[in-house]
DNA sequence: TTGAAAGCGCTAACAA
DNA sequence: TTGTTAGCGCTTTCAA
C-alpha cells in the first residue's frame, strides 16, 4: 500500500511548467479517465487495468504531475514531517552529535517518504514549540533528543497522546513494574563506550587511567562514569583519587586534568566528551607533554574535532546512522499501529582510535 | 495584516486535548459566532469588535485551537515551509559552516512565521529533490547554499520561476550587461576576510606569510587568494613562492605546509579553509614546532575545531547569524513581489584572534 | 475495473 | 461588524 511517487518517465517530452502546477483533474482529463482514477494510479496502481495505468502514468509524467501536498495532507490528515527541534550551536565545544544525527536523520526519512522539519525551541518553556506543531497537526510526530536533560518534554508529549521517539533512553520514565518505557527509544550504549575505551588503554599497558566527565547529577555522565569504572575493577585496579566530575567545557577539562596530573599522576585519561578531552589536551600542551606518546588520552563522541586535530584523538564514535535508521522504524512502526510501543533500542558504540593512544 | 498565532491564555483552564483537535466550527460554536469570524479573528482581529474578538479570544483558548496547517494550506496555497537540501555531514574535515547557518536560520525563519525542511540530496541528479518539493508545492521558496559549485540549481531554479534565495554570490549568473543576478543572494566577502587576516599577521611583524587555499577553479578559493595577494602587494611584499593550492583537506593541508616551510621559509600561514590551517598545525607538531610562538597559522571559517584546538586557531568567521536574517528578509520580500529582485547583500566577516597568531 | 459524490478545515469574496 | 457561500485538491466511501 505505499504510497508511491509518480514515475517521472524519461520518454515523454515533458511540458513546461505552468504557473500554477497541474491537478488530479488535469491529469485526468488528458488520460480521458475520471480524477478517481488517477488518484488510484498513484496510491493503488493495482487496481487499475495495465493499459489505462500505462495511459494515466504518461498523462502523469508529460504534465509533471505531482499531487498538491496540502490537499493530500488534508484528506489523509497526515503530513509526512517529522518534528525535531534543534537547539542553538554550541561554541567552544567539540559537541556536534546532533548535527551529525540531523544529517542522518534527514537521510533515513527521504527513504521512508518523510521531510525532517526543524524547529527552534523557545528560549523559556521548551514546550511550546512542540505545542504549536501538535495543535495545528504540522508533523506526523517529533524525534525528541534531549531527554537527557531531565526536560518534561517526554512526560509532556506523552500526556498528549504525541506520536514520538526518543534518541536516549527513558532514565526514569519507565512503566511502573516493569522495565518498558511508555514511548519508543533509541539509544546508545555510554557505558559500553568507555568501557571498550579503558580496555583499550588497559591493553597499550596503562593502569593508572584518570576519568573526566559530567556531574553526579547527569545521567549520561554516570552511565559512561559506570563503563570506565566496570573496566577498572574488573582488572582489579582501583579507582580512588583518580576521577574528576566538572562540567562540560574546555576550560573544566583543562583544570580538571591539570589537577589530577599533579596529584594522581595517571598516565593515561578517559573522558565523557570531546569537548572535555580537548581541555586534557590543552593541559598537555601548557606542559610540553605530547598526546599520545607521554599521557594517553581518549574522548566520547568522535567529533570533527577528534578527528583532525593533531596528532588525532581516539574516541568513542556513537553509530548515529544507525540510531537514524532504528528511529525511522520506529516512527512507522509507531504511526501504523499507536497502541502498541516496542520495546527500546540500544546500540553499542565503537572506538576510533588515533595518535592520542 | 500579521497571521497572529491563537493567544494562549494563561486564566482560562485548558480543556483536554480532544482525540482530533478542535475545528473553527468548534470555537465558533462555543463563541456563538460563524466560523468566519473566527477567521477574522486570527487573521484579520481589527475587523473584530472588541467584545467579539475577546470572547472569540476565550474560546480559542479554552478549547486551545490552533489553525490546521493543512487546510490553510490548501486554501492560502502556501505552506510557511523554507526548503533547504543538506547533504551528507563532512567527516574528517573541520567544514561545520552549513550546520551553524542551519541553527540561524530556523530562528531567524521562526521570527518570520516559517519553519525549515531540510531534504537529502539525491545522490545522482542534484536537483531531483528540489523538483519533487516544487512540483507538489511542500515548500514556498529554497534557500540554497551550493551555488560556488557550479551547480545548474539556481539556473534550474530560475527556468522554473522557483522561489529561492542564495547563501552564495551568483558567480557567473549576472544578468547580461547588469551586475545584476536574477535572483536575490547573500554573501560574504571572503578576500576582505583573508585580507583581514593578512593585515593581522603583518601587524604582528611577519613579512613571509603563506597562502594555502583551493584548486584555481574554485571561484571562492580564488576570491579568498585574493585578499591575501591585495595585502601582501598593499605592502609592498612578493608573495612568489609563497602559494599553494590543493585539494580541501587536512593531508593537503599537511603537504603543502611541510613543502612550503621547506622552500620559501614563511613565518605564518593564511589558509583558506580551518581544514588546511589544521593541516599546518600537523605539519607544525610533527616538526616540533609551536603555533603562534614558532610559525604563526590562521584559519577560515571559526569552526569548533578553531575554537577549541590547543592553543587556539585564530581564524576568519563569516557573521552566519547575519547572513540567516538578510536570508529570510529577501525571501519575504521575494514571496511579497516575485517580480522584485533586490541587489545581492555582501556581509563583511570578522577575526577570532587566538592562540596560533 | 472505473466513476460519482462527499467532505477534510480553512479563507476569500461577497452579502446582509 | 458579522454571516453566507463557495471552493482550494485530494482521497474515501459507495455505486455502476
Redesign the pocket.
Not at 32 to 37: E, K, L
Not at 74 to 77: D, G, Y
Given at each position: 500500500m505505499s504510497?508511491n511517487e509518480p514515475v517521472v518517465g524519461r520518454a515523454y517530452p515533458r511540458l513546461p511548467m505552468p504557473v500554477?502546477p497541474p491537478?488530479?483533474?488535469d491529469v485526468a482529463e488528458r488520460a480521458?479517465?475520471?480524477?478517481?482514477?488517477v488518484?488510484?494510479a498513484?496510491?493503488n496502481p493495482d487496481?487499475?487495468?495495465p493499459?489505462?495505468?500505462a495511459r494515466v502514468q504518461e498523462a502523469i509524467a508529460v504534465l509533471g504531475?505531482s499531487?498538491?501536498r496540502?490537499?493530500?495532507n488534508?484528506?489523509?490528515?497526515t503530513s509526512q514531517l517529522i518534528g525535531m527541534r534543534i537547539g542553538p550551536a554550541q561554541e567552544g565545544t567539540a559537541n556536534a552529535t546532533m548535527d551529525r544525527f540531523v544529517h542522518s536523520l534527514v537521510e533515513t526519512s527521504r527513504e521512508a517518504g518523510y521531510h525532517v522539519l526543524l524547529f527552534a525551541g523557545d528560549g523559556g518553556d521548551p514546550v511550546v514549540g512542540y505545542d504549536a506543531l501538535l495543535r495545528s497537526t504540522a508533523v506526523d510526530a517529533f524525534v525528541v533528543t534531549d531527554t537527557y536533560l531531565g526536560n518534561p518534554q517526554a512526560a509532556w508529549l506523552e500526556e498528549r497522546r504525541a506520536p514520538f521517539v526518543a534518541f536516549g533512553r527513558p532514565w526514569d520514565a519507565l512503566r511502573p513494574g516493569t522495565d518498558q518505557a511508555r514511548h519508543p527509544w533509541v539509544d546508545v550504549d555510554g557505558a559500553a563506550g568507555t568501557e571498550l575505551a579503558t580496555a583499550h588503554l588497559l591493553e597499550k599497558g596503562h593502569d593508572r587511567i584518570a576519568w573526566i566527565g559530567w556531574r553526579k547529577d547527569s545521567r549520561i555522565g554516570e552511565d559512561r562514569r559506570s563503563g570506565w569504572t566496570r573496566a577498572m575493577h574488573g582488572r582489579g585496579l582501583a579507582t580512588t583519587g583518580l576521577a574528576s566530575r566538572v562540567e562540560d567545557t574546555i576550560a573544566s577539562g583543562r583544570e580538571a586534568s591539570a589537577h589530577l596530573l599533579g596529584s594522581a599522576r595517571p598516565s593515561a585519561f578517559v573522558c565523557a566528551s570531546d569537548t572535555l578531552a580537548m581541555g586534557v589536551l590543552h593541559t598537555l600542551g601548557d606542559r610540553g607533554l605530547r598526546p599520545g606518546a607521554d599521557v594517553a588520552v581518549v574522548g566520547f563522541d568522535d567529533s570533527q574535532v577528534a578527528q583532525v586535530v593533531p596528532p588525532g584523538l581516539t574516541s568513542v564514535r556513537q553509530p548515529l546512522e544507525d540510531v537514524a535508521v532504528h528511529v525511522v522504524s520506529a516512527l512507522e512502526g509507531l504511526l501504523a499501529h499507536p497502541a502498541v510501543v516496542g520495546p527500546g533500542v540500544m546500540l553499542t558504540p565503537t572506538l576510533a582510535v588515533r595518535g592520542s593512544s
Open positions: 504510497r500554477t491537478t488530479l483533474a480521458g479517465v475520471s480524477r478517481q482514477t488518484s488510484n498513484i496510491n487496481l487499475l487495468r493499459d489505462t495505468l504531475y499531487p498538491n496540502a490537499a493530500r488534508l484528506r489523509t490528515r
